[in-house]
């Protein structure tokens, strides 16, 4: 996340959000709402966060909306390295293999249209 933050996100193609945040790793890293005042985090309910960047299997996407979860996730606790969950509409610039028998997923490169 901004290019220096690593963050472990869960798949989640039913939101339609691009970017869900954990709150506890938007406290730890300090991230903030553009209408946030400089020194004060983001707090649940603020105006959504901008990220500069997200790089996933080497691609970069920029100038991303990211929203603070009300609700932790199931999957994330209150562990703050857990970052939230990644929506259809950041997977559907990729190609995605489920292999639901195994439990396993493959990023398979870049969507082509």
Same mark, same amino acid.
């Given at each position: ?34 209408? @946030?005042? %400089? ?9 959504? #966060?901008? +990220? $500069?960047?997200?790089?996933?299997? =080497? ?23 857990? @970052?939230? %969950? ?9 190609? #995605?293999? +489920? $292999?639901?028998?195994?439990?396993? =997923? ?8």
């Amino acid at each position: 996340v901004n290019g220096a933050i690593p963050g472990r996100f869960q798949l989640d193609l039913g939101v339609a959000a691009p970017v869900l945040l954990n709150r506890s790793y938007v406290r730890l890293h300090h991230l903030r709402s553009a209408s @946030a005042p %400089a020194r004060q985090p983001a707090a649940v309910g603020d105006a959504p #966060l901008h +990220l $500069d960047s997200l790089l996933i299997n =080497g691609r970069q996407l920029t100038d991303l909306q990211a929203t603070v979860q009300t609700v932790p996730a199931a999957a994330a606790s209150d562990d703050p390295e857990f @970052a939230g %969950a990644l929506g259809l509409p950041v997977w559907r610039r990729f190609r #995605l293999v +489920l $292999d639901y028998s195994a439990r396993r =997923g493959w990023i398979d490169g870049p969507r082509t249209p």
